[in-house]
């Protein structure tokens, strides 16, 4: 399959939502350096995954969501940057123009400009959203870089454009099978996307992958016609299934898979009859997103036995 697609399985989680970019963001003025060099960079939907996720094995990451758009964003952007470039690479932090960012934005939930994240190992922290003073964005810079040290994170960031250029990755064998559902979902049809993969279930109704394709193609659908926060706030005391259903896409899109699969097993525990069986088979759907080797699937059927039986 091309590399373009949607790793299959886990496609739910940050580095899937960098390779729907369709549009590149310019670099604005990456503000004062250090004596050391700058450990600011732009990053793009494209390169998102690249720069930042990949990175942040190594070393935090810290991404500012802004916007030209927001007048006072500025004072952030320059307190960031300064913190950043005095961090002498304790930390590396990347900028992502929202404008130019459509599928980061939607596939985040992003509610408010600007917004500030921690990547650790991979794994998205919520550090702060609006304009902070500085001394307020050091204090939560200061508590992020306690706790990756004490995960033991002690590695540092080079200075922007020190680093050794890395081999390029040879490109995966494509197979043809997956072509046109690839395809699809490159274009953001995922309904398109979802009906090709079922074509080929039709074939071979064991082709994991195609399982897991049509699985994640199917949440997409569901979750691009959703609002992420006012979903939430419905699901708040409700014991209305199709908005539990809904919640739960909302946070297997955002990241927060344990979260979707506690929703449903709790719904489970309370149903009874089709409405059980419903909230059932969706569960199993997004297990299959993330695969049935993914320890936090492997958790979740354990549970949902617990509630069944």
Do not use: C, H
């Amino acid at each position: 399959m091309s590399s373009s697609s949607f790793n299959r399985p886990g496609a739910v989680d940050l580095s899937q939502l960098a390779q729907r970019a369709k549009q590149s963001a310019p670099a604005p003025p990456l503000g004062p350096r250090a004596a050391g060099g700058s450990y600011v960079i732009e990053v793009t939907e494209q390169t998102f995954e690249a720069e930042t996720i990949r990175k942040s094995v190594k070393y935090p990451v810290i991404v500012e969501f802004f916007s030209p758009r927001v007048a006072t964003g500025q004072q952030l952007s320059d307190a960031l940057i300064e913190i950043a470039n005095a961090s002498d690479g304790k930390f590396l932090l990347a900028r992502l123009n929202v404008d130019v960012a459509p599928g980061i934005v939607q596939a985040l939930g992003l509610q408010a400009v600007p917004t500030v994240i921690a990547l650790l190992n991979g794994q998205l922290a919520p550090l702060f959203q609006g304009v902070l003073p500085k001394d307020q964005v050091q204090v939560a810079i200061d508590q992020l870089l306690k706790a990756a040290v004490a995960n033991g994170m002690v590695g540092r960031a080079d200075p922007v454009g020190s680093e050794s250029p890395t081999p390029a990755e040879p490109e995966p064998e494509v197979d043809p099978r997956y072509a046109a559902a690839d395809a699809a979902l490159e274009r953001g049809d995922f309904a398109g996307a979802w009906d090709e993969f079922d074509k080929l279930l039709q074939i071979n109704p064991n082709d994991t992958e195609a399982q897991a394709g049509k699985a994640q193609a199917g949440l997409f659908a569901r979750a691009a016609l959703l609002d992420p926060k006012s979903t939430l706030a419905a699901a708040e005391g409700s014991d209305d299934l199709d908005i539990q259903l809904a919640a739960a896409d909302v946070e297997m899109i955002s990241g927060k898979a344990e979260a979707a699969f506690t929703r449903l097993i709790g719904m489970i525990k309370r149903l009874s009859g089709e409405e059980q069986n419903r909230a059932r088979v969706r569960l199993l759907e997004l297990f299959e997103t993330l695969g049935n080797s993914d320890e936090r699937v492997l958790k979740a059927r354990r549970d949902l036995m617990t509630a069944l039986f």
